[in-house]
């Protein structure tokens, strides 16, 4: 992933890499892993409430009968 996006950005993966770091104060790995962190926690919380209002729905609509 990142030969990709160093490659779009016209850098070698060294000079994209250290530009990138010296700009946000992380490397590019660790900021590409934290965002797909991100992103997963988010999925499992919007499962989660998901879930939550399907049992929700179920349950009032068993009710009402």
């Known amino acids: ?3 990709k996006i160093s490659e779009h950005m016209h850098y070698s ?5 250290r530009i990138f770091t010296e ?3 992380m490397s590019p790995i660790r ?3 934290l965002r797909k962190l991100q992103y997963a926690i988010y999925d499992l ?3 989660e409430m998901q ?4 049992d929700l729905l179920s349950k009032s609509l068993s009710t009402e009968r």
């Open 1 to 3: 992933a990142l030969n």
């Open 13 to 17: 993966t060294y000079h994209f890499s």
């Open 23 to 25: 700009l946000t104060g």
């Open 31 to 33: 900021y590409i892993t």
């Open 45 to 47: 919380s919007v499962g």
């Open 51 to 54: 879930e939550k209002f399907e």
